[in-house]
């Protein structure tokens, strides 16, 4: 006999849970686990973080899902170790050994680091690892890469806002650095480490990723996976931050009432506002976020908009002070 299925009851949740993501899952099942503690209807991440990485991983909920974008395209800073002498296929330590190569500890001095560390600093073209999402013909490079197929990959430009690199060990004690990187969206730390090595002349992988602030979001604001797992069911909603959270440098704009509700209908509003691309437009009356805005020439158009169910919900899960 066929043991019976609980359903689970879902309920409207909005906010955001900023997990410190384990090791081993994929963003996706991240999501989902957390997605089921809360037993939530709508949820989406903010972009992928590799399943070898760990780190900083904001997960968006209902009204939420509508500024994941905001993440996407946000700087995103990372701690990353490096073993040196050998190029692995993928370059992490997934991969399997493709080279071995000698090191010259005594000769990756100071000087040198501060060199490599400055030629890639700044704008950068990358070729994007045969081990990624990126589709070619509608199909996955990963895909190419595991049935043994090689294809052409066109560099791209990113942005490495800064770069730090110091020599280290590894956990198994062998010879590493350990780079510490800012960056914009689209850069693959693996494809990083990896030319840093070869620019040193020896060659490296990446043995372990951690990422440490997503956009202004700090590991330390994060919660683990285990935590919310053993927690009872009723302080996990103690985790799920307000939607806003992900608002922190937009300008703020207060509307009363009567301009709350014709911005709420997609109607653009006139004021002494200077421009601004990033606008939090809030409500005085009662108090809440309406979604996000730009101004120019004194006008505040909308570009995301809450919908009177979701503010409603919102407040009436807001305790009241």
């Not at 690892?129 to 791209?156: C, Q, T, W």
């Not at 959270?245 to 207060?254: D, G, I, K």
């Not at 014709?262 to 009662?286: I, K, S």
């Not at 995301?304 to 979701?310: A, D, G, K, Q, T």
Request: net charge negative; glycine share 8%; proline share 6%.
């Amino acid at each position: 006999m066929n043991a019976t299925r609980t359903r689970v009851q879902r309920r409207p949740v909005h906010g955001v849970v900023l997990l410190d993501k384990p090791i081993g899952l994929s963003s996706n099942d991240a999501l989902q686990k957390v997605k089921w503690l809360l037993r939530a209807e709508k949820a989406g991440h903010t972009g992928t973080l590799d399943p070898l990485a760990t780190g900083v991983l904001p997960l968006c909920f209902g009204a939420a899902t509508k500024f994941s974008q905001l993440q996407l395209e946000a700087a995103k800073t990372y701690i990353a170790v490096a073993r040196l002498g050998q190029v692995t296929t993928p370059a992490d330590s997934g991969g399997e050994a493709a080279r071995e190569l000698p090191v010259d500890m005594a000769a990756i001095t100071p000087e040198v680091l501060a060199h490599v560390q400055q030629s890639f600093t700044g704008a950068i073209q990358q070729v994007p690892p045969m081990y990624s999402a990126l589709k070619k013909d509608g199909k996955a490079l990963y895909e190419y890469a595991r049935a043994g197929i090689e294809v052409e990959r066109p560099a791209r430009d990113v942005t490495i806002h800064a770069l730090d690199i110091v020599v280290c060990k590894d956990a198994d004690g062998m010879d590493a650095l350990q780079l510490t990187v800012t960056c914009s969206k689209g850069t693959y730390i693996r494809t990083l480490a990896e030319d840093v090595g070869e620019a040193l002349g020896c060659g490296a992988h990446l043995r372990s990723l951690r990422r440490t602030d997503t956009g202004g979001i700090g590991v330390d604001r994060c919660v683990s996976l285990d935590a919310l797992i053993n927690m009872p069911e009723e302080e996990r909603m103690a985790y799920v931050h307000p939607a806003d959270c992900l608002l922190h440098a937009h300008t703020r704009v207060t509307l009363d009432a009567r301009e709350s509700g014709r911005f709420l209908t997609g109607l653009r509003r006139r004021g002494d506002w200077p421009d601004a691309e990033a606008v939090a437009v809030y409500g005085d009356e009662p108090p809440a976020l309406l979604g996000v805005a730009h101004i120019t020439s004194g006008e505040l158009i909308p570009d995301r908009l809450l919908s009177p169910l979701e503010i409603q919900q919102i407040l009436e899960d807001t305790p009241r002070s």
